[in-house]
Every structure is written in structure tokens, then in C-alpha cells.
């Protein structure tokens, strides 16, 4: 079985964003916000955005399930103040939601959060335990950077996030740690926030010590770790500097690297340094890149085939890293699964 | 030879802080602001802190020529205005130009900017003239955040440094593009500020089309290039969605990668992906990761061991990576070393 564990709804029906676009005029002029109750989709639509995008390459592709949450880029946290995000992500959670009931099989969610720039994070605690509680959802999307590329929160180290962190254990769910849309002319939002993100996360956990007080926290830092990987001599040097531990005990028990990186010599060097423990197979399909490659004729985006091709992985490292490390980082998930008889 | 191209006086003698204290302290108070004149440091002690730190290390892992420039995490931008900034390079520069008079065979300078928050990158330029045309520096560093981790100036592709980019082509000089220290608490300088700021710069050019404006400008991203050989099939993909042309066309003829990556397998990836003549060889030592690292015994930042074993290179590539390209890329380091008849 393949488990893909990083897919957003990046084919919604168009209805969606002409319900933001009413939701950010409302913002200068009340009279033109919308009611969540204006938003109509029928099953029908839903369904063929689905079978006609992600599941028809699920199945060209060969991967089973994808846990599912709402697109990252348009989370953009920094609109608007928290009923704005409260507001956009409860209908986004219940889209995703939607999907996973018309395709058991082959989704399951993953929430987005109402984060807004400055506000406590507890405030996302009840859609986070809607989504998980009365959707199914097996995890959550953290966004570290609710400013959008101005990154004025507090490191994840920072008791500032601990309520999340709090209803994570609890609950035992894992957060991927995702930004969205970058509003800082500097940062493009695929090529630069996206991965700077990733390396600022691992090392904003590198420095601290937050897993001695969360022992059971477990993230997963997408696209292949940002640059972590590709400098991982330079990571074990520093926490050396520092005097932590060494990184396989001090961080990765904890924290986990998607296979959302776009050629084979990528995917080489993650599978060459990270445990295969702690790799977990994921695309982000019709994401960031969706074309193909003219290196190999194939979509970037199609990562399971770097996975088949990846030197010194036996087949047993490529169970783990397709489907038995999501079961164990996704417990939720693994409880499903096994309550369908899979 | 193998000429360094990534080399900072980290080891300067202690006087060089202690007056740098002073002049932060003179911010507040003008009473205890220091004059230029009132930082002496003898050539003798200059010669020491080389003989014993950079100058030996270099002897010990065989490298002749080591490009130099003012600490990159001391540079600190942001603090004070353009006449803090101005006074801090000009004695920084001159320590390096001292250094580079007193081992002719082995330093090489390039110019610390006189950057500042806001202000004109054209007030830059008289010390950057000084520095090549008195010191006879060969290159610059350009810092693209001097608000140090708030990333508040515009891409590096707007006519903002265009005043920068136009003396750069008529002195013939490349600029590395260098941050210094994070003053914004998300971000670890050396764990997170300094790769995303590479990966940053790299993507900002990727989405312009500034080299058609300057078809001889010419870039060094260091670390290794941040997260983009890593994830190079991204960036090519990326290239490939905004209708830019393939990346050898459109930036390789102007942006060139260090080897500041420190272990093995990041050096593997690197000369795996990208073309030989877009590597150039540095360790940047004594620098972020000073450690020796307990998988191999040698120091994280002796890069050369890695080029060394890295598979795939010819006698001829790695004379290409330890000099060729640099005097290619430096033709004012080239000019120099022929004129001493290297």
C-alpha cells in the first residue's frame, strides 16, 4: 500500500475562490461578505474535480491513499484577522472533509488551522478538534508564519505554540509544518518561503529542547526537509557547537522528511542521509510543479518513481517509507486503515 | 592551486570587537563613540592571528590562496544608520587589504559594503571603488538583507541595486551574495538566516530576467547554494511553469555555487547537478561548523577532502573547481596571480 502524506485540494471548484475573493472585498465592505451558507458545491462537482485530477495520477501512478488538507498556498493566514481565518478555514476543512466521505478509499484529511498573525494560537484548538474528532482528520497543517514571509511569531520552541502542541499529544496527531502564500516581495512562494520555512523549522528545534518537554510531538517538515538534508554535515556540526545531542537522538524521534523533492539525485541524497525511518513518502501532485520533466519525460512531481529508483533502498526500506512509517507517525490514520480491514 | 573563494577574517584580534562595542555603544551615547583612529592593531598581531588559524589550516588541507573578506556575521547591517555601517566597513576592509598585504601569496581581498537599511545601495559605491582600485580587492560581498532577517529591501532584481550592479561590471568584480547576522528571532544565523538567504537570492533571479540587463554580472551563492541543488529538478520545474528558459541558459552563465557544504553526500549531490564550471572550491573555515566531525575524524569545513572523493570528477573537473573557474569568475584574482607569475 502507498501512502502519500502530503496532497492539498489544489483542484477545488472555482466556487471556492470566488467565495474567498467575496470573503477579502468584504474586508473593505461588510455589505459584500459572504455567508458561509452561500458557498454551494454539490457532491457532483466535488467528485469530478477529484476522479479527474488527483485520483486519476493516484491511480496512473500507483499510490492508494492521500491524507488530504486544504490548499496550502491559499490558507494565507495574513488576510484579514481571525474570523476571517476562522470563517475560510472551517469551509476548506469541511471541502476536504467532503472528499474523504465520497472517497474513503483514497482520502482522509488533514486540517488547516484559523491561525492569524498575532493571535494565540489556542484560538485554533476548536477546528482543530472538530476536524479531528468529528471529521476523521488525522493531522494538522502548522503554519509557522501566519504573517506570510515577515515571520513576526515566536520560533516553535516557544511555549507561545504549547496549547497546540498540548491538544496534538492529546489527541495524537502529527503537524506538518507548512507555510502559505508568501506576501513579501523578496520570498517567492514555491521557490523560496516554502523551503526556507522547512530549514527554519528544523533548526528552530535544532536550538531548543522542546521534544524533552513534548517526548511523543511528532512533526513532518516537507519538501524534503527544505535544505536540511542536502546540508546535514553542517546540522550535525552545529548541534555539536551547541553541545546537543547527536541529531538522531536530539531530533528524530520526532521529526520527519517527506519525499516531495523533484529529481532523482534529491531523493538519492535524502534516502543516503536520513533514516529510512524517518522518510515518509509524499508528491504535493498538481502542487508547486506540475510539468514534466523534458530530463525524463516524466512529471516532477511523480516522486514514487525516484523512490523505485533510489540506490540502496531494499524493498522492506521502501514499505517503511510508503506506507509502515505514516501508520506509526499517523496512529489515527493506522486506526482507520485497520478498521476498513487494511 | 587551489584558490578559496569563501574565506572571512573570523579570527581578528580582539581589539577589532571591543572597538565595534564601543561604536554600537555610541549609538546611544555619542560621549563613548570611537574614532577610526583609536583601533590599533599592529602588523604583528595582524600576522598571528592568520599564522595561527587561517593561514595554518590552509597549509595543513593543502590550499594556497584564500579569497577574504570581513567576518560575514560581524558585517550586522542593521544596526545604526549608513554612517555606522560606513566607518565599521572601511576599518574592516583595511584590516583585510593589511592582511592580504602582509601574505601576498596566500590573501586576496573582497569588499564588506557599507550597507544600511533603506538607504541608496549607491552610497556603497565609493568604498567598493576603494577597495578595488587602492586594496586591490577582487570582489564583493553584497548582503540582499541588510535589515538582518526582516528581508525589507527589494529582490535583488529590482533597478534598487542596479547602481551596485553597474559598478560591479565596470571594475569586472562578482559579488557573493552574503547575509550577516539574524536580529529576528525565527531565524538562526547560521542554521536557517544563511541558507534560505541563498536559496532566496537564487529564486529572485530566477523569476526576473536581470542578467539580460547585465549579461557579464556575475553571482557566487554560497553554502553550497542553500536548498537549490537539493532541490534542483523543483527549480528547473519552476523555470520550466513561469515560460523562463532552461536554467543552464538563464542563470548559469551568471550564478555560481561554493562548496561550503559540509559532508560528503551534499558534495556528491552538488557536482552531481550542477555543471562543473558553476562550482567553485571554498570551505569558508573557521567559520559556522568548526568541529571535527566524529563520522570521519576531519573538521566538517575541510571541503577539499570531499571534492576529493567525490565520484564522477576528472583531474581536469576538479582543476576547474579549485581554480580554473575561480580566476575565470575573478578575472582581478586571474590578473593578479599572472602579474605575481602564478
Redesign the interface.
Known sequence: MIIDCHGHYTTAPKELEEWRNRQIAGLKDPARAPKASELRISDEELRESIETNQLKKMRERGSDLTIFSPRASFMAHHIGDFNTSAAWAAICNELCARVAGLFPDHFIGAAMLPQSPGVDPRTSIPELEKCVRQYGFVAINLN??PSG???R???LSDRHWYPIYEKMVELDVPAMIHVSTSC?????T???HY??AD??AF??C??ADLFKDFPTLRFVIP??G??V??????????A??LKKPLLNDHLLHNIFFDTC??????I??LT??IPVDNILFASEMIG????I???TGFH??DTRRYIEAAPGLSAADRARICEGNARRVYPRLDAALKARGR
Open positions: 509557522p508564519d514571509g515577515h515571520w511569531e515566536p520560533p513579501n516581495a523578496c520570498f517567492h514555491t521557490g523560496a523551503l526556507n530549514t527554519t533548526m528552530q535544532l536550538t519538501h524534503g527544505g535544505a538534508p542536502y546540508h546535514w554535515g553542517r546540522f550535525r556540526g552545529l555539536q557547537e523533492v523533484y529529481h532523482q539525485p534529491g538519492d541524497l543516503r542521509v508547486a510543479v506540475r510539468g520533466d523534458p530530463e516532477y512531481d
